[in-house]
């Protein structure tokens, strides 16, 4: 029986390291996935932060309270910007000691 359970502990062992790399690699696929939502999202935000900026170089605001609305949201959209890349940065950093 020494036999069987030797194969038997062996079987249990790698077992055990494939459900390990596994859920390495499930959690490493799930910060790559989180790191591409996180760029697309700060991709949309310069976008928007440039229309601003160019609807504002070009003179094209028509009014005060357009432009004080303008104003209000590139502030929100810098916030939103700044957020996003401390949120990336820290998903990069795990997806880095991961690997």
Known sequence: MSI??????????????VGKKTEELLIISKLKLNAIELENKLSNQYEKLGKIAYRKSVGELEDVEEAEELADNEEDIIEEINE???ELEETLRELEELK
């Open 4 to 17: 069987i359970d030797d194969a038997l502990s062996a079987a249990k062992t790698v077992g055990r390291t």
């Open 84 to 86: 996003l890349s401390a």
